[in-house]
């Protein structure tokens, strides 16, 4: 059985939950369909250590601050996840729990949603299934042969599995940065980076990087010059954590090794070393794929847009990939402004 609701939001996380407070504010009957078994986002997902950058107040969604989490300045995922579904069920979202979309398709005035469990067709879709579905770990000559384990940040959970092991972490974001002082006090921990590491000034948390964020795309929009946004600034947020294993001199990055070989790395000038683990904290890629049937992207994997919509199907919007979907869009306080904008958009198109 088709189904027909004015739009339909793809991923029901952060973003497709700002979204959904826009448009039920706008009076749009919306459905979001999500591949998750319960609320939370990819943050159901997060290692046990993870906190959030900025303190409650300023990691919220549009209409509901995030409460404090007592005895924590900084919120962990645990507490997000329950903001998350508090949210959700405040403002009695109609997600469909347990659907993978598996293709959207242009299908006259319609756009065909195609899923493992039914089929929906809508003037508009907005697709807000961000990065962490799909995990990129760079071609590194070797990594084939070598025998030891290796786990991106998705699979990371906790030093316990690594206590008394050798272990490289490859990464100079804030991923690699926090993995590595949480695994520093329990193993023989060496920190490859691609460049030197740039720690951000201890005083920045999110609040000061969604404010560098916003002027950046204002500049960019009035034709002035470049401001470089966040990464003028540098990479890593120093978090408590971070700070303190930095001070105490456990976190040292080394210059990335050359290759993999079955027991270890060899290093560019020509030593090895033996290594039990690999954590590649490398980053991630838009989770697209349900998209391809519409052919949209460039060279770059990103599909182009204006605002969150798509330059060649204005029929579609795109929430929380990062910077190219909206000024730190891919943050809890940065979502909720091109949330709105697209749900404005997407209002006015129903209205035409």
Same mark, same amino acid.
């Given at each position: 059985?088709?189904?027909?609701?004015?739009?339909?939001?793809?991923?029901?996380?952060?973003?497709?939950?700002?979204?959904?407070?826009?448009?039920?504010?706008?009076?749009?009957?919306?459905? !979001?369909?999500?591949?998750?078994?319960?609320?939370?986002?990819?943050?159901?997902?997060?290692?046990?250590?993870?906190?959030?950058?900025?303190?409650? *107040?300023?990691?919220?969604?549009?209409?509901? =601050?995030?409460?404090?989490?007592?005895?924590?300045?900084?919120?962990?995922?645990?507490?997000?996840?329950?903001?998350?579904?508090?949210?959700?069920?405040r403002y009695e979202m109609p997600v469909r729990r347990?659907?993978?979309?598996?293709?959207?398709?242009?299908?006259?005035?319609?756009?065909?949603?195609?899923?493992?469990?039914?089929?929906?067709?809508?003037?508009?879709?907005?697709?807000?299934?961000?990065?962490?579905?799909?995990?990129? !770990?760079?071609?590194?000559?070797?990594?084939?042969?070598?025998?030891?384990?290796?786990?991106?940040?998705?699979?990371?959970?906790?030093?316990?599995?690594?206590?008394?092991?050798?272990?490289?972490?490859?990464?100079?974001?804030?991923?690699?940065?926090?993995?590595?002082?949480?695994?520093?006090? *329990?193993?023989?921990?060496?920190?490859?980076?691609?460049?030197?590491?740039?720690f951000l000034p201890d005083d920045i948390d999110g609040?000061?990087?969604?404010?560098?964020?916003?002027?950046?795309?204002?500049?960019?929009?009035?034709?002035?010059?470049?401001?470089?946004?966040?990464?003028?600034?540098?990479?890593?947020?120093?978090?408590?954590?971070?700070?303190?294993?930095?001070?105490?001199?456990?976190?040292?990055?080394?210059?990335?090794?050359?290759?993999?070989?079955?027991?270890?790395?060899?290093?560019?000038?020509?030593?090895?070393?033996?290594?039990?683990?690999?954590?590649?904290?490398?980053?991630?890629?838009?989770?697209?794929?349900? =998209?391809?049937?519409?052919?949209?992207?460039?060279?770059?994997?990103?599909?182009?847009?204006?605002?969150?919509?798509?330059?060649?199907?204005?029929? =579609?919007?795109?929430?929380?990939?990062?910077?190219?979907?909206?000024?730190?869009?891919?943050?809890?306080?940065?979502?909720?402004?091109?949330?709105?904008?697209?749900?404005?958009?997407?209002?006015?198109? =129903?209205?035409?």
């Amino acid at each position: 059985m088709t189904q027909e609701p004015g739009v339909v939001v793809i991923g029901g996380g952060q973003s497709g939950l700002a979204a959904g407070y826009h448009l039920r504010r706008l009076g749009v009957e919306f459905v !979001i369909l999500d591949a998750q078994t319960g609320a939370g986002g990819a943050w159901q997902h997060a290692w046990d250590s993870l906190h959030l950058f900025s303190p409650a *107040a300023y990691s919220s969604l549009p209409g509901r =601050l995030m409460p404090p989490q007592p005895g924590e300045v900084y919120p962990d995922a645990g507490h997000v996840v329950a903001y998350l579904a508090d949210y959700e069920k405040r403002y009695e979202m109609p997600v469909r729990r347990g659907v993978r979309v598996e293709g959207v398709h242009r299908d006259g005035e319609f756009l065909r949603v195609a899923t493992d469990s039914g089929t929906w067709r809508a003037r508009t879709v907005l697709s807000a299934t961000g990065t962490w579905g799909r995990p990129f !770990i760079p071609g590194v000559p070797g990594r084939a042969e070598f025998t030891g384990t290796q786990l991106h940040t998705v699979n990371y959970r906790s030093p316990a599995e690594f206590t008394g092991r050798r272990v490289i972490v490859v990464g100079g974001g804030n991923s690699g940065a926090q993995i590595a002082a949480d695994l520093a006090p *329990a193993c023989d921990l060496t920190w490859v980076t691609q460049r030197e590491a740039r720690f951000l000034p201890d005083d920045i948390d999110g609040r000061a990087l969604f404010d560098h964020a916003t002027a950046r795309r204002q500049a960019l929009d009035a034709g002035r010059t470049d401001t470089g946004g966040v990464a003028a600034l540098g990479d890593i947020v120093a978090v408590p954590p971070v700070r303190e294993a930095r001070d105490a001199g456990l976190l040292k990055a080394q210059p990335m090794f050359s290759r993999l070989a079955a027991g270890g790395v060899e290093w560019a000038d020509g030593t090895s070393s033996e290594v039990d683990a690999i954590v590649w904290c490398t980053g991630f890629r838009p989770a697209l794929s349900h =998209l391809a049937p519409l052919g949209l992207r460039s060279t770059r994997g990103h599909i182009p847009t204006e605002g969150t919509r798509a330059v060649d199907e204005p029929r =579609l919007h795109l929430l929380g990939y990062g910077d190219w979907t909206g000024p730190a869009s891919a943050t809890l306080i940065g979502v909720g402004r091109p949330a709105r904008d697209a749900a404005r958009e997407i209002a006015a198109l =129903l209205q035409a």
